[in-house]
């Protein structure tokens, strides 16, 4: 069992930035592949980044590719988001999710934070 706490979410204006921490329980830790998620309202939830459990392995979803960065501390059981040229489009409740493979899919994913609220302002 692996428990997700997302945390770092807040308002910020457009151009800013902002950095995402997900803390995940258990041992196990880096036997896992995290990923983060985002659902904006009335919208699908989307995937927006992955890194393998060695954090070798990247995918972003083009729209933040070379504005976002994922990485992990497996010393510290935490993932993290680092959010640059933040834009209004990117207003979502975010997730963080644990699968034991490496993968962009969300019905692939076997747990999940409850999310954390990032709001960007023109």
């Known amino acids: 069992q692996v428990q997700l706490e997302e945390s770092g979410g807040g308002s910020v204006q457009a151009g800013g930035s902002l950095r995402l921490s997900c803390a995940a329980s258990g041992r196990t830790f880096s036997r896992y592949g995290m990923d983060w998620f985002r659902q904006a309202p009335g919208k699908e939830r989307e995937f927006v980044a992955a890194i393998s459990g060695t954090g070798g392995y990247f995918e972003y979803v083009d729209s933040v590719k070379g504005r976002f960065t994922i990485s992990r501390d497996n010393a510290y059981n935490t993932v993290y988001l680092q959010m640059n040229t933040l834009r209004p489009e990117d207003t979502a409740v975010y997730y963080c999710?644990?699968?034991?493979?490496?993968?962009?899919?969300?019905?692939?994913?076997?747990?999940w934070g409850k999310g954390t609220l990032v709001t960007v302002s023109s």
């Open positions: 999710a644990a699968t034991s493979t490496f993968s962009r899919s969300a019905v692939r994913m076997e747990y």
